[in-house]
């Protein structure tokens, strides 16, 4: 069965929609899965048997496109166990009990939460009066690195937390440009 939505011309987003791997020299590439209509980010977890994915796909069969947080089989087949809607840029905790990623809630306006790759748990932890995300974990699993913005929401910068939220502080503080994506 085609899926339910393809992009046309003139509402072409440019965004993938297949999730390629390949070997760490760049030989060896094979489409895992194709995902329409978009696919916007995917992270390894630390054991590499599964891939948190941001996509943009139905839920179900038959249903609307929605963008989620899903867990993939590494080999890319079966199927995508959606963990949280409105949810982007997932980051595995370095003992994979854990994800850290971006929720848009309300709309327009951006926090990190973390929750249990089961999808249980979720906390918001971001500053929920400024838009924050990208949030990546530190090797030790103690703490959260993100983007924040600053100068009014002109700026991005980079700040570190403590995994639970707490202990927030700047890393980056360039006046000229923003600093994003940690």
Not at 32 to 46: C, D, G, Q, Y
Not at 118 to 139: F, H, L, M, R, T
């Amino acid at each position: 069965k085609p899926p339910i939505y393809r992009e046309t011309e003139e509402t072409k987003s440019h965004h993938p929609v297949e999730l390629p791997v390949m070997d760490a020299d760049g030989g060896n590439r094979k489409v895992l899965r194709t995902i329409e209509p978009v696919i916007h980010s995917a992270a390894w977890s630390p054991d590499g048997k599964t891939l948190a994915i941001t996509a943009a796909t139905p839920a179900k069969p038959d249903e609307a496109p929605q963008v989620g947080l899903f867990l993939l089989p590494a080999s890319g087949r079966g199927e995508l166990q959606l963990i949280r809607l409105n949810a982007w840029t997932p980051s595995w905790s370095p003992d994979g009990r854990k994800l850290a990623f971006t929720v848009e809630y309300p709309r327009g306006r951006w926090r990190v939460h973390t929750a249990n790759v089961n999808g249980k748990g979720e906390a918001a932890i971001g500053n929920p009066k400024v838009d924050n995300g990208s949030p990546a974990w530190s090797p030790d699993g103690h703490e959260i690195a993100f983007y924040q913005f600053t100068d009014q929401g002109r700026r991005e910068q980079v700040f570190v937390m403590n995994a639970d939220g707490s202990n927030v502080r700047q890393v980056t503080s360039d006046s000229a440009w923003s600093c994003g994506g940690p």
